[in-house]
């Protein structure tokens, strides 16, 4: 369990971070995640100066449901961004980027996992480590930059949403052939479910935006904001325990309630509690990263993000391109599509349960640390693409524009 006195270390931790990126003026997500590895066991942990130990961050229970909320949050503001109309509107564009985007990214993943470790199994999980794009940090790079209301969006949200629902199939299919489930009946209820939740909240979205509007019709904020925090997390949970992603739920959830009238009040209600939650999430991928593990697998990372990187960035172009957006906007949306994080780890973790059984216990423990590492490298490369993106779209206008 955490202590208070640790609980109050990580946030005076992340508001240091939040002061040192605004004086840098650099994105403050790398920060976060830097400053989750300096305070994690494996580093401040091992140090003691006059007999008293440095004082650490454990990934206890408080801060891995702090960061679940992190990225509940975010997807949930995501959803309120892109409510259903607009959805349905984009939706044959929505699937040709998306299409483009997992046929390029899957398959240059499947190849790289041959190449790396040598095994179908590693290979399938390397490629879901490679083709999905981190959801709730480029959510939160596109609010901090200005992004949100810009024409690049679209696309960049469009195929995230695609991405989503894809990784919630893929997530529940890796996780069955990891655990050393053979039995296709079974498999097959597994997706069945997973995907009878998502088409059920689909259901919910466009069909319940009167009973949504309901629940918060108070004159409260305090009920507004208890109301909305209520229902998103519940449903939250409760995908989760079906074995679909949380953050998929969260999205539509957030998607319900931007069908009703209180959209810009939940936005600035809940907007601190989002960045509370999202900072402790970046925190905890940085206290999940032991340097040492990932130093010892720093080539197998260097070779991925090689390759990973140009994929993301054509296949985002294209995707940009089938929007109907310019060369320079179009190089927006693959540079942006370049960080990978949450939906990364969590396939690393689900490695870690084939450890012995599906996967050699060596083989498991060196994809967790290559998905960490690959995670960090990615977080920090994307982040800082996405911030100078500039010379980087003059350049590529210039090439293909003349």
Same mark, same amino acid.
């Not at 609980?7 to 939040?18: K, Q, S």
């Not at 509690?273 to 990372?301: C, H, M, N, Q, S």
């Not at 490695?351 to 994809?367: D, F, H, P, Q, V």
């Given at each position: 369990?955490?202590?208070? *006195? ?17 004086? %840098? ?14 305070? !994690? /066991? ?16 454990? !990934? ?7 960061? #679940?909320?992190?990225?509940?949050? *975010? ?8 409510? /259903? ?8 564009? +929505? ?20 190449? %790396?470790?040598?095994? /179908? ?12 794009? !981190? ?7 596109? +609010?901090?930059?200005?992004? @949100? ?15 989503? =629902?894809? @990784?919630?199939?893929?997530? $529940? ?15 097959? $209820? ?7 939740? +998502? ?8 069909? &319940? ?16 904001? %208890? ?18 992603? #949380? ?12 069908? $009703? ?26 206290? #999940?990263?032991? /340097?040492? *593990? ?30 109907? %957006? ?14 990978? &994080?949450?939906?990364? =780890? +969590? ?31 990615? !977080?920090?490369?994307? $982040? *800082?693409?996405?911030?100078?993106? #500039? ?12």
């Amino acid at each position: 369990m955490a202590n208070l *006195l640790e609980v109050g270390v990580m946030f005076a931790a992340i508001a240091a971070a939040g002061v040192l990126s605004t004086r %840098l003026d650099k994105s403050v997500i790398p920060f976060y995640i830097v400053v989750g590895m300096v305070l !994690s /066991p494996s580093v401040a942990g091992q140090f003691s100066v006059g007999g008293y130990a440095l004082p650490s961050v454990e !990934s206890t229970e408080f801060v891995e449901i702090g960061a #679940e909320l992190g990225i509940v949050f *975010l997807l949930f503001f995501l959803g309120l961004e892109f409510n /259903p109309s607009r959805l349905v509107e984009s939706r044959d564009r +929505i699937v040709r980027a998306g299409v483009i985007d997992f046929v390029v990214n899957f398959t240059a993943g499947l190849l790289l996992g041959f190449v %790396l470790f040598g095994d /179908p199994l590693a290979a399938l999980l390397v490629a879901g480590i490679v083709y999905i794009s !981190s959801s709730a940090i480029i959510t939160k790079s596109l +609010i901090d930059l200005g992004w @949100i209301a810009n024409d690049e969006a679209d696309p960049l949200l469009g195929t995230l949403v695609f991405e989503d =629902l894809v @990784i919630a199939v893929y997530l $529940t299919i890796a996780a069955a052939l990891v655990a050393g489930g053979n039995d296709p009946v079974e498999t097959a $209820t597994s997706v069945g479910v997973a995907v009878g939740f +998502i088409l059920a909240l689909v259901l919910v979205v466009y069909l &319940g935006t009167a009973w949504f509007e309901r629940a918060l019709a108070t004159t409260s904020r305090e009920f507004t904001v %208890l109301r909305a925090i209520g229902i998103t997390v519940l449903v939250a949970g409760a995908a989760l325990a079906l074995g679909v992603s #949380e953050a998929v739920a969260a999205f539509f959830v957030g998607m319900a309630f931007a069908s $009703t009238s209180h959209v810009h009040d939940l936005a600035e209600l809940l907007e601190p509690i989002r960045d509370t939650f999202a900072a402790v999430f970046f925190f905890w991928i940085g206290v #999940e990263t032991d /340097p040492a *593990l990932v130093a010892g697998v720093a080539g197998l990372v260097a070779v991925a993000a090689v390759v990973s990187v140009p994929t993301k960035a054509v296949s985002g172009y294209l995707g940009g391109r089938v929007y109907g %957006l310019s060369i320079r906007r179009s190089t927006r949306v693959g540079l942006g599509m370049v960080t990978r &994080g949450e939906f990364s =780890l +969590i396939i690393a973790a689900v490695a870690l349960t084939g450890a012995g059984g599906s996967l050699s216990a060596a083989m498991a423990g060196e994809l967790y640390s290559f998905a960490v590492g690959y995670v960090l490298v990615m !977080s920090i490369l994307g $982040t *800082l693409l996405m911030q100078y993106s #500039e010379p980087i779209e003059t350049a590529v206008e210039s090439r293909l524009g003349g």
